[in-house]
């Protein structure tokens, strides 16, 4: 890879936008209006052209990798709109006549909606599906607040349906080996701790020391500490260290081989409530028990508190 292209690469979303349409998103920032062509399927402007489209022609794109947009912050972003205008241009691919896929900026088309535009900036771009997908997840990665569970969703998306490795989608995002690893390995962790993660409960910093304790009932039993306690990373790294000095039991196959589907999904159901790791045994009678372990007098006190004790 040659060194303009890796630098390129490195740049994110606007190497895979060309510079006039930079030129034209720094001429509104600056407060300098750029030309708008207000525009039919037929007469389209120019790639580097801002063109104004009909907003209700503009379908939201399906890779699109956020899930959740704050209404107050929308509502402020849709005030600014009412008395300023849209200053920065969302993307868009034509799919056929009247009708546009949104490739990058659905939180300014939600607000633009809001604020009861009808009709919006926007740069119309030709892309496939995976170039669809890969821009709008290196614009949302660099530019939104996403939270760290879709930020590794991302990633993996990345990893998964554009073929990338590591070090190239590091190069798409700007970021090193080792912070893309780090989010990658968010997604190892029990759903249980991925949602506290994606809601804010449990930070980065406490994630990377509940990675590093191998068994997920040790993980679990942490993560409800953290949400209780208001652990800090330091005293949480303090408890992994002394978790791992002791020795862990192994786990005992179960007799009967693995679970059905639908056991299985149960069992998965039970963890994720109870915040430790469940294990459901059934015999080939139908027959069996369900072993709810705690690792300490509170974490028993807490799941008899659960089952109404």
Not at 102 to 127: F, M, Q, T
């Amino acid at each position: 890879m040659s060194a303009d292209k890796k630098r390129a690469l490195g740049r994110g979303l606007s190497a895979l936008l060309d510079d006039t349409a930079d030129n034209s998103t720094a001429t509104a920032v600056a407060g300098r209006q750029p030309q708008h062509n207000v525009v039919s399927d037929s007469d389209l402007a120019g790639a580097g052209s801002i063109n104004e489209i009909n907003i209700n022609e503009i379908e939201v794109n399906p890779f699109q990798p956020r899930t959740e947009f704050d209404a107050e912050a929308l509502q402020e972003l849709s005030d600014s709109i009412k008395l300023q205008g849209l200053i920065q241009p969302i993307t868009v691919r034509r799919v056929s006549a009247h009708h546009y896929q949104l490739i990058s900026g659905e939180r300014r088309l939600r607000a633009s909606k809001l604020a009861g535009l009808k009709h919006i900036p926007a740069y119309v771009r030709s892309a496939n599906d995976q170039q669809m997908l890969e821009m709008a997840l290196i614009e949302n990665i660099q530019r939104e607040n996403l939270n760290a569970i879709e930020v590794a969703l991302s990633f993996q998306r990345m990893i998964d349906e554009c073929n990338l490795k590591q070090d190239e989608l590091g190069d798409r995002v700007s970021k090193n080996r080792s912070t893309v690893t780090n989010y990658l390995r968010l997604l190892k962790l029990p759903p249980a701790i991925q949602a506290a993660i994606r809601d804010g409960q449990v930070t980065m910093g406490h994630a990377k020391a509940l990675i590093t304790i191998n068994d997920p009932t040790r993980q679990l039993y942490i993560n409800q500490q953290i949400i209780e306690q208001g652990l800090s990373v330091r005293k949480v790294e303090e408890l992994v260290r002394s978790m791992q000095k002791a020795p862990e039991k192994k786990e005992a196959k179960p007799a009967n081989g693995a679970l059905s589907f639908q056991m299985q999904k149960i069992q998965d159901d039970l963890a994720s409530k109870f915040s430790t790791r469940v294990q459901v045994k059934v015999d080939q009678k139908g027959k069996g028990a369900i072993e709810i372990p705690f690792l300490s007098a509170d974490d028993l006190h807490r799941i008899l508190e659960m089952l109404d004790w």
